[in-house]
């Protein structure tokens, strides 16, 4: 069984930073990427940022430059740090693993972004 743990998510005002951070419990083997995606409230699940094992990474547009995605293949952990956020940026963020082509998610943690 494989489970993912989110942490990080809170309140912050805009202009601030946030951190977000995954552990991946149980049976890793073949973890092709890892990522995070976010869904606003009334809007579809997107892609916020990936990263490859091998350590390409991939970023929607509207945060490139604020958002910066790594790993820890050790510890099988995933970390997305979030800088200049905006009210935009409020979503739930949900944590996602490929592994032997099957998608795992976290339970999402609640970012939010006062103006």
């Known amino acids: 069984q494989v489970r993912l743990v989110e942490s990080g998510g809170g309140l912050v005002q805009a202009g601030g930073s946030l951190r977000l951070s995954c552990a991946v419990h149980?049976?890793?083997?073949?973890?092709?990427?890892m990522g995070w995606y976010r869904q606003a409230p009334g809007k579809q699940r997107e892609l916020v940022a990936s990263?490859?094992?091998?350590?390409?990474?991939n970023y929607v547009d509207s945060v490139k430059g604020r958002f910066t995605i790594s790993r820890d293949n050790a510890k099988i952990t995933v970390h997305l740090q979030m800088n200049s956020l905006n009210p935009e940026d409020t979503a739930v963020y949900y944590c996602?693993?490929?592994?032997?082509?099957?998608?795992?998610w976290g339970q999402g943690t609640q970012v939010t972004v006062s103006s």
């Open positions: 996602n693993i490929l592994m032997s082509g099957k998608n795992y």
């Open positions: 990263i490859t094992s091998g350590g390409s990474t």
């Open positions: 149980g049976i890793t083997t073949n973890i092709n990427s």
